[in-house]
């Protein structure tokens, strides 16, 4: 690699001193306009790189914005992430996103990075293993402004942005057990995860209204990566009483499990009848189509992008705006009929 | 926000000249051991932020690599991401990743973010409207690694990674032709592109040594966004004399058309054979299942993580290795049997 530019190299080009070349960067107030420009422009032209000098020099700011998601092979991410980016990309806001790919030492690395990189402000969506928040704590003690959506945690003067989960779930079941089912299984993501979590607890809350008592082995915890499809397919094999419901925590799994559930001569609805979460177009792709909960993704983007820009132009305080819960609408469509 | 810690906050606070503390973090050779340690130390701990302290000093290393890609919501891209996610994991490197939304505008702000964030080496697939590449220069000219991937373009000493579209453009076609299709229509994504351009070309060459004549009107040029669905079914409506064959340059549109084309009462494969491209794990879930073309993705992810992180460890000289093709295989399902 050829070697960076640095504020040394601009001195001597200048014949000035380090100190002078740093101070003008800094836009430090003992230095004349007119040397800071002429350092600026030799810094331009020689392509110096520091993130405070790439943007606006007095204001200290990158105009970039960092965002963290578990993964990005997702449609709902990516459905989230083109929110926020039509809204800051509105307001000359860029966005770069780094993936934790479910790993909380993932996502150290990636705060970091983000961190380092000089963002105004960082968005983040929780790994499946995050336990400690100290790689967040940086940002919030350096009063950059974090935001949390989807899958959150209440750390102080942080907002969040989700649904209400616990409800979605309940209506998902309660569905399920309308449309005559009495043995539904339940397959979740990491329940250390809020969204997780909560769609459990509303699962098991509509069991409980209708008087069907939970049982332990209609809980599979699993990290929702397809290469799990089969030990659930093996699970409903093995399920004595048969199972005659399926909750998934999301569409891209559930999909995938009324595919193999075809292939082992399961008829949908009328054996099993399924439920997805998110309302991603594969529900649509799939035959029979499938019901699902629609969860307004775009419109979880635009609102987060909204609130830190908002923010970060002085128009809103985030501390004061703590929760924003979007609503979520159950889709019923085939795998569900009676 | 918080003001940001400058190396005069350091200075003040540990008693040195703000010139002390801008060579100790740059490493400088007139500093002693012990007061880049001390000085070092402070940094860490009051939170400075520059992408040249951030990681290694001496190296002036960043450990992380940008990628630009021009949409998140694809599988194909996710599937290479994930390949090069996990090379660079595996050796401490970090992704930050950014999408022009095949925006040429957005993808030189990408590339200057990047840049600004200081990143070791950069990598992109180029968006639909790139004509131009001196947003790129300026990497060349650092001598930051830049490669291609997928939308490549040949820029002097930058590697590039696909596959042989026009082969696959050919075989795909000719496959379609072999099953009895003589009307063949082609959906296909920004012809400014190497990759959509190829298949074009493979698809007419494939028409020409069948003898059979390429009409205009059998080439349709969309940005494979879904809403641009409805236009595509219109024309297969009016086309006369009738089509009977459909070759589309991504899996997801194929999916959406055939969905389209069964609502419209249309018998797939009898009345119009389909062909995607990708393999996209939708393929396999719409019905009939998709025929298409497996385009190694988490392969390519892999061996651009691999040329990029061996030239930036002196493994590999990334100017010997010009470009690297990668094999494709027809995927011959359901959607176009005779």
Same mark, same amino acid.
């Given at each position: 690699?050829g070697?960076?530019?640095?504020i040394y190299? *601009?001195?001597?080009?200048?014949?000035? /001193?380090?100190?002078?070349?740093s101070?003008?960067?800094?836009?430090?107030p003992?230095?004349?306009?007119?040397?800071k420009?002429?350092? !600026?422009?030799?810094?331009?032209?020689?392509g110096?790189r520091? $993130?405070?000098?790439a943007? $606006?020099?007095s204001q200290?700011?990158?105009?970039t914005?960092g965002?963290?998601?578990?993964?990005? $092979? /997702?449609?709902?991410m990516?459905t989230v992430?083109?929110?926020i980016?039509?809204?800051?990309?509105?307001?000359?806001y860029?966005?770069?996103?780094?993936?934790? +790919?479910? #790993?909380?030492e993932?996502?150290?690395?990636?705060?970091?990075?983000l961190?380092?990189?000089?963002?105004d402000?960082l968005?983040? /969506?929780?790994a499946?293993?995050?336990?400690?928040?100290? &790689?967040?704590?940086?940002f919030?003690?350096?009063?950059?402004?974090l +935001?949390f959506?989807d899958?959150v945690?209440?750390?102080? $003067?942080?907002?969040?942005?989700?649904?209400?989960?616990?409800?979605?779930?309940?209506?998902a079941?309660e569905h399920?057990?309308?449309q005559?089912c009495?043995?539904?299984?339940?397959?979740a993501?990491?329940?250390?995860r809020n969204?997780?979590?909560?769609?459990?607890?509303?699962?098991k809350r509509?069991?409980?209204?209708?008087g069907?008592?939970?049982k332990?082995d209609n +809980?599979?915890?699993?990290?929702l990566d397809?290469?799990?499809?089969?030990?659930?397919?093996? &699970?409903?094999?093995e #399920?004595?009483?048969?199972?005659?419901?399926?909750?998934?925590?999301?569409d891209?799994?559930?999909v995938?499990?009324?595919?193999? *559930?075809?292939k082992?001569?399961y008829?949908?609805?009328q054996?099993?009848?399924?439920?997805?979460?998110?309302?991603?177009?594969? #529900?649509e792709?799939i035959?029979?189509?499938?019901?699902t909960?629609d969860?307004?993704?775009?419109k979880?983007?635009?609102?987060a992008?909204? #609130? !830190?820009?908002? &923010? +970060?132009n002085g128009?809103?305080?985030?501390q /004061?705006?703590?929760q !924003?819960?979007?609503?979520h609408?159950l889709?019923?469509?085939?795998?569900?009929?009676?």
């Open positions: 690699m070697k960076k530019i640095t190299d *601009l001195a001597k080009k200048l014949n000035v /001193s380090p100190a002078t070349v101070r003008s960067l800094n836009d430090h003992s230095i004349s306009k007119k040397t420009e002429k350092i !600026i422009d030799a810094a331009k032209s020689l110096y520091t $993130n405070k000098f943007a $606006n020099l200290q700011k990158s105009n914005i965002v963290i998601v578990p993964r990005l $092979n /997702s449609n709902f990516s992430l083109a929110g980016e039509k809204v800051a990309n509105d307001v000359g860029n966005l770069i996103i780094s993936q934790s +790919l479910e #790993s909380a993932k996502e150290v690395l990636n705060a970091k990075t961190y380092d990189s000089g963002v402000a968005m983040i /969506s929780l499946y293993g995050t336990e400690n928040f100290d &790689h967040l704590t940086t919030i003690d350096r009063k950059i402004p +935001l959506f899958r945690f209440d750390l102080p $003067n942080c907002p969040t942005i989700l649904i209400d989960n616990e409800a979605a779930g309940y209506e079941t399920l057990i309308n005559g009495t043995n539904i299984l339940h397959i993501g990491g329940l250390k969204v997780y979590c909560q769609r459990f607890k509303g699962y509509a069991l409980e209204k209708y069907i008592t939970f332990e +809980l599979v915890e699993v990290d397809l290469s799990r499809v089969p030990e659930v397919i093996t &699970h409903i094999k #399920s004595d009483p048969k199972i005659d419901g399926l909750f998934v925590a999301n891209t799994f559930a995938h499990c009324i595919k193999e *559930l075809k082992e001569g008829n949908i609805p054996d099993i009848k399924v439920m997805g979460f998110n309302n991603d177009p594969v #529900s792709v035959s029979p189509n499938l019901s909960m969860y307004p993704g775009y979880m983007g635009v609102l992008g909204q #609130s !830190i820009i908002g &923010h +970060l128009a809103i305080n985030l /004061s705006a703590n !924003i819960t979007l609503r609408t889709i019923i469509r085939e795998s569900t009929q009676k």
